[in-house]
């Protein structure tokens, strides 16, 4: 790879890791269900009126939008009070062993035995944080956010899979068609649960760090992010591209600590080692031993 695309890749997986502060950011000011529903608001529009839908049939836009939607809306909900951002961004890549698993079970696609070995290493990590939920009193982690948490990785991975059903796909124009089709059941839980007063109240007060919280997840993430992944994807074989992934927890948890001053006990650097071990032998295992 240039320099400049190995440049490109790293400010992609900065933008994803560090969107954890900003999320907590906008939290500050914004209940979680209602920021939720605006990040997926200004990730359609006015975009879709300049991007192309992308060539396929909507009942996958209207199914991947509602999954991805509840994935940010259980992420928020659990970033709120009970969990830490550092540990969100770790706990979210339980959904790379979630998809496998789900691919495993409805796909019938067998797993290769190293990918077994990184599940196990993960699950080890996920277990040290579980402990810590229930046993420890702190707020880095509560058994609801932890539970919030998972929950949210859980349509991030069925999200996964019912992308990797349609095959191959323009991202960028993917994520912003059916970024509309979160909006409506995410209004609908905001105005339920928060209510149409928590809703009036919280727009007309929201500072400007607040909303370009909202633009930085929407244009940020989004936007740049995979557009830049997708780029980069069609230049480079994956297997070159994807453990750059690896990346993530690290600047979520670098950034959480350095800006929200988040502490790194002991028991999360362990956790956080077994998941990114996991990671990394799910990841680059298949590639060395070259098993598929």
């Known amino acids: 790879m240039p320099l400049s695309h190995i440049l490109l890749a790293l400010a992609v997986v900065a933008v994803w890791g560090t969107n954890f502060v900003v999320i907590k950011f906008g939290l500050t000011e914004l209940p979680p269900l209602l ?28 199914s991947y939008g509602v999954f991805i939607g509840f994935m940010f809306g259980l992420l928020f909900l659990a970033m709120r009070n009970d969990v830490s951002p550092g540990l969100a961004s770790l706990l979210m890549q339980s959904q790379v062993f ?10 019938h696609e067998r797993m290769p035995r190293v990918q077994f070995g990184g599940l196990a290493l993960a699950t080890l990590g996920f277990a040290l944080i579980a402990w810590q939920s229930f046993h420890q009193t702190h707020t880095d982690v509560t058994p609801l956010g932890l539970t919030l948490a998972l929950g949210g990785a ?4 069925c999200g996964n899979v019912l992308a990797r059903s349609i095959g191959k796909v323009d991202m960028l124009g993917f994520m912003v068609w059916s970024s509309v089709f979160a909006v409506p059941p ?23 760090a607040a909303w370009a919280a909202i633009v930085w997840q929407a244009v940020g993430n989004t936007l740049f992010g ?3 992944w997708g780029w980069l994807l069609a230049r480079h074989p994956a297997a070159t591209i994807t453990p750059m992934a690896l990346l993530i927890p690290i600047f979520g948890m670098g950034s959480s600590a350095l800006l929200l001053g988040e502490p790194l006990q002991a028991w999360k650097l362990m956790a956080a080692a077994l998941v990114m071990g996991g990671l990394a032998v799910n990841v680059l295992g298949a590639r060395v031993t070259g098993k598929t």
């Open 35 to 62: 920021l939720a529903t605006l990040r997926f608001v200004l990730s359609a529009l006015p975009w879709l009126l300049f991007i192309k839908r992308p060539a396929v049939a909507w009942r996958y836009l209207v």
């Open 98 to 107: 979630m998809t496998l698993l789900l691919v495993a079970w409805l796909q």
């Open 154 to 157: 859980l349509c991030w991975a």
């Open 186 to 208: 995410l209004l609908i839980l905001s105005l339920w649960f928060e209510g149409p007063a928590a809703i009036t109240d919280a727009l007309p007060r929201a500072s400007l």
């Open 226 to 228: 995979f557009g830049a």
